[in-house]
């Protein structure tokens, strides 16, 4: 199973991205997918997952209401959907997913999740 991530760049604070997340080897069917993130010093984050099952996402409180998750199905990628971007959004971006479902209630702990990219640099300059 391998995951790529993909979309990261520079840009201006205010500016958009959209991050690009496919995998091989691994239909995006059954476990959640999510993106976390790891600004340098600091721990990786939660930023964002969809359950696969529902469609449902989730989000963390920093990115809610400027970044959007979204599935599709027929290219087996999920995208995030990052705008009104600011410079602490700055930091690497990992994809991750797994293979079952879990609670909803767990989808923002990295240590659920068994796949991960190799993470894709979002640098905003402001």
């Known amino acids: 199973v391998q995951l790529q991530a993909s979309g990261g760049g520079l840009v201006q604070a205010g500016g958009s991205l959209r991050l690009s997340c496919t995998a091989s080897?691994?239909?995006?069917?059954?476990?959640?997918v999510a993106w976390f993130r790891q600004a340098p010093g600091k721990e990786r984050e939660f930023v964002s997952a969809i359950d696969t099952w529902t469609n449902r996402p989730s989000y963390a409180d920093s990115v809610k209401g400027r970044f959007t998750i979204s599935r599709d199905k027929a290219k087996n990628t999920v995208y995030l959907e990052m705008n009104s971007l600011k410079p602490e959004d700055t930091a690497v971006y990992y994809c991750a997913t797994r293979n079952r479902r879990i609670v909803t209630s767990s989808i923002d702990q990295a240590g659920v999740y068994e796949y991960w990219g190799q993470g894709t640099q979002v640098t905003v300059s402001s």
């Open positions: 080897g691994l239909t995006f069917s059954s476990g959640p």
